[in-house]
Every structure is written in structure tokens, then in C-alpha cells.
């Protein structure tokens, strides 16, 4: 259930079986859905592009390679 471990659910209710649900976590564990969908959605979108386009070779598509001068930055940003 949206990322949440076994015990995390257990946790979720009280002994009598009532509810007891960490709405801040909650909210957390939605932003965190938000951003997967953006960048999930973005990936689509880049595939279709790519599926679609014009040109020649991805290397040709000005699109494609802004993408990879894009990707290759955020991976040595995280280095």
C-alpha cells in the first residue's frame, strides 16, 4: 500500500482495530507518487518523441541529444 512496509500498516491501527493514520506521513508518501508520475511522465514523452521523430538518427534530433547533455549532467551532479 503506497510504499508502506508490512509493519508500517500494523502500526497504522490500534489494538481495537480503529484507524490511526500519520497524515504527515501520508502527505510525504504522496509527493513522493508526485514526483515518480513527473518523472515517469517525462520519460514517456521522451520515448514517444524518440519513437516519432524526424530525423535521420537520435544523434541528429536536437531533442535527443539536450536530453543526453541534460541526463549526463544530473548524473555527475550526483557523483
Do not use: W, Y
Not at 506521513?25 to 521523430?53: K, S
Not at 524526424?54 to 541529444?65: G, L, V
Request: proline letters at 6%.
Amino acid at each position: 500500500m503506497a510504499g508502506f512496509s508490512l509493519a508500517e500498516i500494523k502500526d497504522m491501527f490500534a489494538n481495537d482495530g480503529t484507524p490511526q493514520l500519520p497524515r504527515p506521513e501520508l502527505h510525504l508518501r504522496a509527493d513522493t507518487l508526485d514526483e515518480q508520475i513527473r518523472g515517469l511522465t517525462r520519460l514517456r514523452d521522451a520515448l514517444r518523441h524518440e519513437a516519432d521523430c524526424p530525423a535521420e538518427t537520435h544523434m541528429d534530433c536536437p531533442k535527443f541529444r539536450r536530453l543526453m547533455e541534460f541526463a549526463s549532467r544530473s548524473v555527475a551532479t550526483r557523483q
